[in-house]
C-alpha cells in the first residue's frame, strides 16, 4: 500500500512530463524564431490589452505554447496606420520587423496575407434590460419610441444599421460616435461600457464580439440581440495576418490553428460572442439570364443578338456556329458561366487552326494576308466601349441559343 502511494505520483508526473514534451515537439519555430512576437492594441478589448485579457491575447498564448517559445508584444493603437506601423515596419536599431503577427485581421487579408478563419461574428444590438420594453429587431426601436418612450441611438458612423434607422424615420434620436478615436485610450467598447450603462444612449449598436463582451461585463443588465436579420452577408470571418513573403510562417500558423481549433473556440466562447444561431440565410433571387417567349427575347438577349451581328459573327461565324476561323459558340457555351465567359471575352488567346490540312492552311493564309494578322487571334474586347459593357447581354443571347431556346432566326423583342 505504501510503495503504491509513493510510486503512484511519480507515475503521474512522469505522464505528465511526456505528454508536455510530445506537444511542444509537434511544431518547431522558425529559423531564427526565439518569441512570438505580436502586433496588437494594448486598449483594445476583447481583442487585446496589456493585460493580456483579450481573447487574442489567450490565443497568442496558446500559439507561443504550441512552439514552445515566450509571447512578446509590440503594442500600438489599432487604427489606420496599424499595419504599416508595426509588421510591417523595419526597427532602425535592429533591422528586422517590429513583430511578425497581426490578430483578428479580415479573412480576405489585403495588406497582409491572412491564415484560415478562426472566429466570425455579426453586428448587434444591445439594450439594457428590464426597462419595460422587448427589442427583437431594429424596427423594434421606431414601434417603442412611439408607444413607450422615445429611445436615444447610439452608433458608429458607417455602421450597417444606419440606413434602417434612417428609414424608419429616426435620424432625430441618433447619436454618432467615432470608432477610430484619436486617443489611444478609447476603446469602441465604451459605446457600451459608457453610453449604454449609465443613459446617456438606449440602445448602441456595435460588433458583435464588442457588443457581447461589454454586455456581459456590464453591472447594469443588457441584452445583446444579433442582428441575424442582415443575413449570411453580414458575418464576417476573421484571420491573423502575416506578411506576404512569410509563407512558411503562414504555414505554420495554419497547421497550429487547425490543431487547436477546439482551444481556440472554447477561448472564443468565455467572450459572449451573439450567437449566430438563426442567422437568415441569403435570400438570393436566381437571376434570369434571358427570357424567350414565342421567339421574342428580353431587351438584354436583343441587344447581345445586334452586337453579336455587328462584331462577332465575322469569326465565329453568323449563327454563332463557327468558321474556320473560331469556334462554334452554341457547343462552347455548354456549361460555361457567365463568369467564365466574361474571362474569357476580357483574355486575349490565340486561335487554334488546324493546318493540316493544306486546302484550309492555304485558304486561311489568304485570309490572313488580305486582312490583318490579329485575326489569329480572339481580340480582347477589354477595351472596346461597344462591347465591354454589354458582355452579359452577349452571354444571354449566346447562351439561349445554346441552350435551344432560340433558333437562328432574327429574334424580335418582348414588349417591356
Ligand atoms: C477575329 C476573330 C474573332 C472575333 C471577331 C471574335 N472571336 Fe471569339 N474567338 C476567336 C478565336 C480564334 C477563338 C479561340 C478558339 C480557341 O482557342 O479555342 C475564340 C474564342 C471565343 C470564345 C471562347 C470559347 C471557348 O470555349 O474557350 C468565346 C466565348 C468567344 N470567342 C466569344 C466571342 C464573342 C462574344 C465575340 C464578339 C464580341 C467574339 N468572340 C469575336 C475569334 C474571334
Known amino acids: 500500500m505504501m510503495v503504491l502511494f509513493r510510486v503512484f505520483p511519480l507515475i503521474l508526473l512522469g505522464l505528465i512530463f511526456n505528454t508536455i514534451i510530445a506537444n511542444a515537439g509537434e511544431f518547431k519555430p522558425l529559423q531564427g524564431q526565439t518569441a512570438l512576437r505580436v502586433c496588437a492594441d494594448a486598449h483594445n478589448l476583447p481583442y487585446s490589452n ?23 508584444y509590440y503594442w500600438f493603437p489599432q487604427r489606420i496606420g496599424f499595419t504599416r506601423n508595426t509588421i510591417k515596419k523595419i526597427d532602425p536599431e535592429t533591422g528586422r520587423f517590429l513583430c511578425d503577427l497581426a490578430m483578428s485581421i479580415p479573412a480576405e487579408g489585403g495588406m497582409l496575407a491572412a491564415t484560415a478563419p478562426y472566429y466570425k461574428s455579426i453586428e448587434a444590438m444591445v439594450y439594457r434590460s428590464g426597462e419595460g420594453y422587448e ?32 428609414d424608419d424615420g429616426l435620424s432625430e434620436q441618433i447619436e454618432y460616435f467615432q470608432f477610430m478615436s484619436g486617443d489611444a485610450l478609447v476603446y469602441p467598447g465604451r459605446i457600451v461600457e459608457d453610453a449604454l450603462a449609465s443613459g446617456k444612449i438606449d440602445v448602441a449598436f456595435a460588433w458583435g ?20 436579420e442582415f443575413g449570411e452577408r453580414h458575418v464576417f470571418s476573421f484571420a491573423m495576418g502575416v506578411r506576404h513573403q512569410d509563407k512558411a510562417w503562414k504555414k505554420l500558423l495554419n497547421n497550429i490553428l487547425d490543431k487547436r481549433k477546439d482551444d481556440i473556440a472554447a477561448i472564443i466562447d468565455q467572450y459572449n460572442f451573439p450567437s449566430l444561431a438563426n442567422v437568415k440565410p441569403e435570400v438570393r433571387k436566381k437571376r434570369e439570364i434571358y427570357k424567350v417567349e414565342n421567339g421574342k427575347v428580353d431587351d438584354k438577349t436583343y441587344v447581345g443578338w445586334r452586337l453579336f451581328n455587328s462584331t462577332c459573327f465575322v469569326c465565329h461565324g453568323k ?39 493544306p486546302d484550309r492552311r492555304m485558304e486561311f493564309l489568304k485570309q490572313i494576308a488580305e486582312k490583318d494578322a490579329v485575326e489569329f487571334k480572339m481580340p480582347t474586347w477589354d477595351d472596346d466601349p461597344n462591347i465591354r459593357p454589354h458582355i452579359s447581354d452577349l452571354y444571354a443571347y449566346l447562351k439561349a441559343r445554346s441552350d435551344g431556346a432560340l433558333g437562328e432566326e432574327r429574334p424580335e423583342r418582348l414588349e417591356q
Open 209 to 228: 464580439p464588442i457588443a457581447g463582451y461589454f454586455a456581459s461585463k456590464s453591472t447594469a443588465p443588457m441584452t445583446v440581440v444579433p442582428l441575424n
Open 319 to 357: 449563327h454563332a456556329t463557327g468558321t474556320d476561323r473560331a469556334p462554334n459558340l452554341l457547343v462552347r457555351l455548354e456549361g460555361m458561366s457567365e463568369r467564365a465567359f466574361r474571362k474569357k471575352l476580357l483574355s486575349r488567346y490565340f486561335a487554334k487552326v488546324n493546318l493540316d490540312d
Open 135 to 166: 427589442l427583437n429587431q431594429i424596427s423594434d426601436i421606431a414601434k417603442v419610441s412611439k408607444d413607450v418612450k422615445e429611445l436615444k441611438i447610439g452608433l458608429f458612423d458607417r455602421d450597417d444599421a444606419t440606413v434602417h434607422l434612417l
Open 50 to 72: 496589456d493585460k493580456l485579457e483579450g481573447f487574442d491575447n489567450k490565443i497568442a498564448a496558446l500559439i507561443g505554447e504550441e512552439l514552445g517559445i515566450p509571447v512578446e
